[in-house]
């Protein structure tokens, strides 16, 4: 079946700008996780959703960040007035359930802020 | 809070030889997994293996296995007869069962395989 999509593969803008990176999960899945990979760095958690319960925003690293789910499904990540250091790898993953701990990752959008 | 410590920053592995990869792991909480994932050239990260706190056996995923040493704080990863496309980023990660459901890495590890 279809695995975790992210979208766009590549971004690049310019200082200041606003983005959004989008997430579409496996579906079925009732929790999705957004992490942050920067140059040569391991992943940094930024935000957890599960099924309908308030977000876990405890890693957005400035209010700059900010993270929607509609529907229970496609997820958007917000990046307002970027700056050169949010220049990463940003990852999204989704996990079947509570029950089951692998979490299945997308192949990540590398956004370039110059 | 958790932490993850990956001490071997690059491995270079004649192929068809075992490899085992280093993980130690600090934590409180009393229940929790643990993880590899692979991260080849293309950059998507690839589950390999699990391992949970509380079972009493080690994991084994076809070529994979987990060396779990709970006293010790250490899940190593195995790799038996290691091939040319094993070469890729390795990641340790663990998270806790209650609470934040994050996982947190380590720094990985790079291994190449040399034919």
């Known amino acids: 079946g279809a695995g975790v999509s992210q979208s766009p593969s590549n971004k690049v803008t310019e200082k200041g700008k606003d983005v959004e990176l989008r997430c579409d999960p496996i579906s079925g899945h009732t929790a999705l996780y957004w992490y942050r990979q920067s140059l040569g760095q391991g992943l940094e958690f930024l935000i957890y959703?599960?099924?309908?319960?308030?977000?876990?925003k405890s890693g957005l690293p400035s209010d700059r960040f900010s993270a929607e789910r509609t529907g229970g499904s496609v997820s958007t990540l917000t990046i307002q007035r970027t700056q050169q250091e949010d220049s990463a790898v940003y990852l999204c993953?989704?996990?079947?359930?509570?029950?089951?701990?692998?979490?299945?990752f997308g192949p990540g959008t590398r956004l370039t802020v110059l | 809070a958790q932490k993850i410590t990956q001490t071997q920053p690059g491995m270079f592995v004649q192929e068809k030889e075992a490899v085992t990869l280093d993980c130690t792991y600090d934590?409180?909480?009393?229940?929790?997994?643990l993880f590899w994932y692979k991260q080849p050239s293309s950059g998507e990260m690839i589950f390999l293996i699990y391992q949970g706190s509380y079972d009493q056996q080690n994991a084994t995923e076809g070529r994979y296995s987990l060396n779990f040493q709970k006293a010790r704080k250490s899940a190593n990863l195995v790799i038996s007869a290691s091939q040319l496309g094993d070469s890729a980023m390795y990641f340790c990660a663990m998270r806790a069962f209650f609470g934040n459901e994050k996982l947190t890495f380590g720094t990985g590890t790079r291994l190449t395989i040399i034919p």
């Open positions: 959703f599960q099924g309908n319960s308030a977000p876990d």
């Open positions: 934590t409180s909480d009393p229940s929790y997994g």
């Open positions: 993953a989704s996990r079947p359930s509570r029950l089951r701990d692998e979490q299945f």
